[in-house]
Nanobody, 133 residues
Framework: QVQLVESGGGSVQTGGSLRLSCLASGESTSNMYCMAWFRQDPGKERERVASLYRDGSTGYGESEKGRFTISKDNAKNTLYLQMNSLTPEDTAMYYC??????????????????????????WGQGTLVTVSS
């Protein structure tokens, strides 16, 4: 059974950068055709931040475009999220998740609001990002 563990969160000032990592165990990320980063603030809905599809294409939320980059290194079994130009609005708990074998359209339908959380095969425990002004 695949397990995901996030790391790389922390506290930064506005304009700073962080790189989040999501290490997978129990299965190769090369089999995880649909991988995504989500975030959630207390009292708010969980939202998709970035997603990576089987064909190598990516998707981002409107506020993340141009600032965040999702990537995957199958040799290291790790998904990444490079976050630049951070603002206090990016403060949240960040989670990675994965689904095996999903084509791009199925992945999009799963990770974009409303998120079909049960359709994802694995979730990490989260890593906290705090951006101060």
């Amino acid at each position: 059974q695949v397990q995901l563990v996030e790391s790389g969160g922390g506290s930064v000032q506005t304009g700073g950068s962080l790189r989040l990592s999501c290490l997978a165990s129990g299965e190769s990320t090369s089999n995880m055709y649909c991988m995504a980063w989500f975030r959630q603030d207390p009292g708010k809905e969980r939202e998709r931040v970035a997603s990576l599809y089987r064909d190598g294409s990516t998707g981002y939320g409107e506020s993340e475009k141009g600032r965040f980059t999702i990537s995957k290194d199958n040799a290291k079994n790790t998904l990444y999220l490079q976050m630049n130009s951070l603002t206090p609005e990016d403060t949240a708990m960040y989670y990675c998740a994965a689904k095996r074998g999903a084509l791009r359209e199925e992945c999009i339908a799963t990770v974009i609001f409303p998120i079909d959380a049960d359709a994802l095969d694995a979730w990490g425990q989260g890593t906290l990002v705090t951006v101060s002004s």
